[in-house]
């Protein structure tokens, strides 16, 4: 049962253009969505986020845009440079229980860079 | 500086052995977390600590033993290890429960 899906593995995009990572959740309760890069033997580092009383956030080259009704994300990155080239992990959030934040992860989508 | 440290980054053992997997984070941060990345590449979360209190317990068999000797360390221990606990296992740290998790570079177990 898995509550946050990424259904492209991988994703190839030439330097300089919009890369568009997509993430599709079934839990109506997730009010909280963040976006994880992970570079190879490295954790994964934070990198936006977005609540469910928003459909947009934006850091820089970073747009995070949420469809509540079609339960789904998606993480714009433009323009595209080779350091983005990661695995970026969706994740989703239902609120506090028993005191913390539980993270639901996808299974991640690998974004390559090409020059 | 690394903020959040794991030990060892790689693992392999014979099924049945015993094993733990040390965690120390530098952040200051009350709260903790391991998170297990299975072969199709989602990261579960297995327990959280908060100021060395378990508070989120997942559905995780009861030879995987958590132990949080202080804010700073969160180990984990394995017993009598499996084939299917094979993967890549993951600790965090935030600030507060609700804050922004910051992961270290992962273990990756391989039990032969």
């Known amino acids: 049962d898995q509550q946050v899906k990424q259904n492209s593995p991988s994703l190839s995009v030439q330097e300089g253009r919009i890369s568009i990572l997509n993430c599709d959740y079934t839990?109506?309760?997730?009010?909280?969505f963040l976006w994880y890069k992970k570079y190879p033997a490295e954790g994964p580092t934070f990198l936006i986020s977005?609540?469910?009383?928003?459909d947009k956030n934006e850091d820089g080259r970073f747009t995070v845009f949420l469809n509540k009704s079609a339960k789904h994300l998606s993480l714009h990155i433009v323009p595209s440079q080779p350091g983005d080239s990661a695995v970026y992990f969706c994740?989703?959030?239902?609120?506090?229980?028993?005191?913390?934040?539980?993270?639901?992860f996808g299974q991640g989508t690998r974004l390559t860079i090409n020059p | 500086d690394t903020a959040v440290s794991q030990t060892p980054k790689y693992l392999v053992t014979q099924m049945g052995n015993d094993k733990s997997i040390k965690c120390e984070q530098n952040?200051?941060?009350?709260?903790m977390y391991w998170y297990k990345q299975d072969s199709k590449k989602f990261l579960k979360i297995m327990f959280s600590?908060?100021?060395?209190?378990?508070?989120i317990n997942e559905t995780v068999p009861n030879r995987f033993s958590p132990k949080s000797p202080d804010k700073a360390h969160l180990n984990l221990h394995i017993n009598s290890l499996e084939l299917g606990d094979s993967a890549v296992y993951f600790c965090?740290?935030?600030?507060?429960?609700?804050?922004?998790?910051?992961f270290g570079p992962g273990t990756r177990l391989t039990v032969l």
């Open positions: 965090a740290s935030s600030q507060g429960p609700t804050d922004t998790q910051y």
């Open positions: 839990n109506s309760m997730f009010d909280y």
């Open positions: 977005i609540s469910s009383i928003k």
């Open positions: 994740a989703a959030s239902g609120g506090i229980i028993q005191g913390a934040q539980k993270l639901v």
């Open positions: 952040l200051g941060h009350d709260t």
């Open positions: 600590y908060n100021n060395k209190e378990l508070i």
